[in-house]
């Protein structure tokens, strides 16, 4: 069909009058979505156990101040000075159930109030959403991924500590370690820690900890682990041979002269695909227990020259060798091992959201309790999108090598500006509550078909 020139194009010289006036629009119509996900796992009920043994200081109640902070974190913004942004939002407000919502000073306070029961009750809500949606799964095996990741702070906070900070160097941070399921890409523990310390601090109850959690939410299931080389060291390993995880761990060799010896003098290498060369012995460090498989993977890289560039002449390049070393009890040819390793690359990306999309990386208070408090939002906030994307779709992928996530998962920012971030208003025709959207194709599809399949989860 085609339209006419004056049927296309308007003027657009004047400039509409701008007013204000108190009315039900709402900028975050697209939440709709996270309140039906949030009553299908009864999250609200399920935050108020984890104050209930607190006496109420205040009218809105603890769980429904963090109720608030997953849902800011969701809607984009980051500090908590933001709220007043959102304060007037009708769909915000219903959506944490309240009439008005509570001013910075007073989710300032409520941070600073919880103490350490509360903390640790909402760990356990962040891991028990988690273990819900593997038990819905079924899944013959859990993938867990474990590293530390720094979130710096200009100010003097509770519990934080100068640190190796490769970004920010002399300032202060915490240093959490985190455990991720690599098939939902939830994060499904995390141990607080000050940033002084050294990876492996507290990792062998943390690791016993997050494998006894899945041991006992899906019984006979197998556990996998996959570690970096600060978690190297016998003690790690026996602990993981004992609970019968299979694992595979990063090797700093250049710190063991002995296999650094028999790297540079081994002659006969297994080639593999682009360029790599593989080898595999049975070895132990002196001071450990027993031998334990070890692979010696060498990657064919180009080395940069710093000579002058001349453009019009054939430059040719020379190679060199990446070594890497992983120590393994899995019984993987290797060059599926080197995939299964590799893999635990897609952590990173986690935290990379996490941290630039999500509130991660923000300290709000001065006590050690509260910033537990926020993180632990933030980290929910994080679990619930992946949570409502699992939902209403069907995984798309199967197992593979690499262990990557059984869902091609949006980032929440994506999720922000497709579902979340939509225009809307709230009216009463006839005394029936209607939240009115325009008649955008893609958005009516989308949001029918998660309302649609939260209807049948729940």
Not at 305 to 321: A, I
Not at 379 to 399: G, V
Not at 432 to 458: E, T, Y
Request: charged share 20%; proline share 3%.
């Amino acid at each position: 069909m085609k339209y006419s020139k004056a049927a296309t194009i308007q003027k657009t010289h004047h400039l509409p009058t701008l007013k204000f006036e108190d009315q039900q629009l709402t900028s975050f119509a697209g939440l709709l979505v996270f309140h039906r996900l949030f009553n299908v796992i009864n999250l609200r009920e399920r935050l108020r156990q984890c104050f209930r043994h607190q006496a109420v200081g205040s009218i809105f109640g603890n769980g429904r101040i963090v109720l608030l902070l997953i849902v800011h974190f969701i809607l984009g913004f980051r500090h908590l000075r933001e709220m007043r942004f959102h304060a007037d939002d009708p769909i915000v407000q219903r959506t944490v159930g309240l009439k008005r919502l509570p001013d910075v000073a007073t989710v300032s306070r409520a941070l600073a109030g919880t103490d350490e029961q509360s903390v640790n009750k909402l760990q356990k809500l962040l891991t028990d959403v988690v273990l819900d949606r593997l038990l819905a799964l079924q899944l013959a095996t859990v993938t867990l991924d474990f590293d530390g990741s720094v979130l710096s702070t200009g100010r003097i906070a509770e519990g934080t500590a100068v640190g190796f900070n490769r970004k920010k160097k002399g300032q202060r941070s915490y240093y959490p370690l985190f455990c991720t399921v690599a098939q939902t890409g939830q994060v499904l523990d995390v141990l607080h820690r000050s940033g002084n310390v050294h990876d492996s601090n507290g990792a062998e109850a943390f690791i016993r900890g997050c494998v006894g959690h899945i041991r006992q939410a899906l019984p006979g299931v197998r556990i996998e682990a996959r570690l970096d080389g600060a978690f190297f060291g016998d003690q790690i390993v026996s602990l993981l041979d004992q609970l019968g995880v299979d694992y595979s761990i990063s090797v700093p060799f250049t710190r063991l002269p002995a296999l650094k010896e028999i790297v540079e003098k081994r002659e006969l290498w297994y080639h593999g695909s682009a360029g790599v060369q593989y080898f595999e012995l049975q070895w132990k460090p002196k001071s450990w227990r027993r031998r334990h498989r070890f692979v010696v993977i060498c990657n064919e890289v180009k080395i940069q020259s710093k000579e002058p560039v001349q453009l019009d002449l054939f430059e040719p390049f020379k190679t060199g060798c990446d070594f890497k070393v992983v120590i393994s009890n899995k019984s993987l040819s290797v060059p599926r091992l080197i995939d299964f390793h590799n893999g635990r690359g897609s952590q990173e990306g986690i935290f990379g959201e996490l941290k630039s999309d999500n509130a991660l990386a923000y300290v709000p208070t001065r006590t050690w309790t509260g910033n537990q408090t926020y993180m632990l939002a933030a980290l929910l906030a994080h679990n619930l999108t992946r949570e409502l994307q699992m939902c209403t779709k069907a995984p798309l992928r199967k197992t593979n090598p690499k262990r990557a996530s059984l869902w091609p998962f949006m980032n929440i920012n994506t999720v922000r500006r497709q579902i979340v971030q939509r225009a809307g208003r709230l009216i009463r025709p006839q005394g029936r509550l209607v939240l009115s959207m325009s008649a955008n194709a893609a958005v009516k599809k989308d949001m029918l078909q998660i309302l649609d399949a939260l209807k049948g989860a729940a």
